[in-house]
Each structure stands twice: as structure tokens, then as C-alpha cells.
């Protein structure tokens, strides 16, 4: 069974830093993607950034500049560092794996729980 587990949510002031951290085990596939996504309430979940297994990178404009995702294929964990971060910030931070599935030539998204990250003074 595959799981996707992050970590390093919390509270900071504006202007501060956080460093998110997710977890993949139990995949036998490749892993395509992974990166991150984010759900403020009342809003609609939107990408954040994400990174391919060769490493090609894409950044909500939002955060570009401030936000850099890592990847660390051997371990399958990848990271996102948060810096200058902003009230508009505050969000529930969701990482996802894509997997590939070779029977069918496609993938599915495999969802971690989410942790809240909160940016007040």
C-alpha cells in the first residue's frame, strides 16, 4: 500500500520560514511527480509546486521566488522551503505522489493527509 506522509506544518510570522518535508513508501512503480498542493478555506485546492523524477520544476506564480521544492529520488521524500511567507500563505499543504501504472500506460495520484501551515503574527 502505498503512502504519502508530510511533515513540518505550523505556525510563523510573517515574513519567516518553514520547511516541509513528504515521505513515499511502499510504491513499487515509478514515481513520475511529486510536490504540493494547497487548499485555503473557501477556496479551491491550487498547485504550489511540483518536480518531475528528472527533476523539471513548476511554481505557482504566487510563490515563485520564495518557495523552492526539492526531490531526493533515492528515498523518494521531497522537500518544500518556504521563505517571505505571507499571510495569503495560510493553507492546509497537501503532498502528492504520481505513480505510474504500466498495465494501463497512465497514473494515479496518491494524496498525503495534509498539514496546516498558518502564517500570522
Known amino acids: 500500500q502505498v503512502k504519502v506522509v508530510e511533515s513540518g506544518g505550523g505556525l510563523v510570522q510573517p515574513g519567516g520560514s518553514l520547511r516541509l518535508s513528504c515521505a513515499v513508501s511502499?510504491?513499487?512503480?515509478?514515481?513520475?511527480?511529486m510536490g504540493w498542493y494547497r487548499q485555503a478555506p473557501g477556496k479551491q485546492r491550487e498547485l504550489v509546486a511540483t518536480?518531475?523524477?528528472?527533476?523539471?520544476?513548476d511554481y505557482a506564480d504566487s510563490v515563485k521566488g520564495r518557495f523552492t521544492i526539492s526531490r531526493v529520488n533515492a528515498n523518494n521524500t521531497v522537500h518544500l522551503q518556504m521563505n517571505s511567507l505571507k499571510a495569503e500563505d495560510t493553507a492546509v499543504y497537501y503532498c502528492?505522489?504520481?505513480?505510474?501504472?504500466?498495465?494501463?500506460?497512465?497514473?494515479?495520484?496518491?494524496w498525503g493527509q495534509g498539514t496546516q501551515v498558518t502564517i500570522s503574527a
Open positions: 502528492y505522489a504520481r505513480i505510474q501504472v504500466m498495465s494501463i500506460a497512465g497514473s494515479y495520484y496518491q
Open positions: 511502499g510504491s513499487r512503480s515509478r514515481i513520475e511527480a
Open positions: 518536480i518531475t523524477e528528472v527533476g523539471n520544476i
